[in-house]
């Protein structure tokens, strides 16, 4: 799983990339928000739909580690979710919750 997980990590970032920078920059893109607080509150709300997501699935990803395409596929129903509707980046905001859900899956293992 570690293995799987770390290869789609240098997919994305590269190899010795920082998942966090890459994080705070796509936020740029999809979250526009100019309040400090709003644009704070926003990014919980979507890492925190992420969080509930993957615990929904974690039996599933655990027993079979995610692929580049499995990520995208549940990267997808996410961004439809009815609350993340306004968000107009839809590109960075997938990009985003792909990397997110490396992030989250990788500490838990």
Known sequence: MRKALDSLK?????KGGNI???LKSLIENWNPLVAEQSKKNLIEDVNSAIRD?????KRSLYTKPPDMERLKKLSAQVAE????ERIRDKESFRRYIELYMIKI????V
């Open 10 to 14: 240098e997919r994305y970032v590269g």
């Open 20 to 22: 966090d920078e890459e």
């Open 53 to 57: 997501f993957l615990r929904k699935l």
């Open 81 to 84: 979710y009815e609350g993340f």
């Open 105 to 108: 899956l990788r500490k838990n």
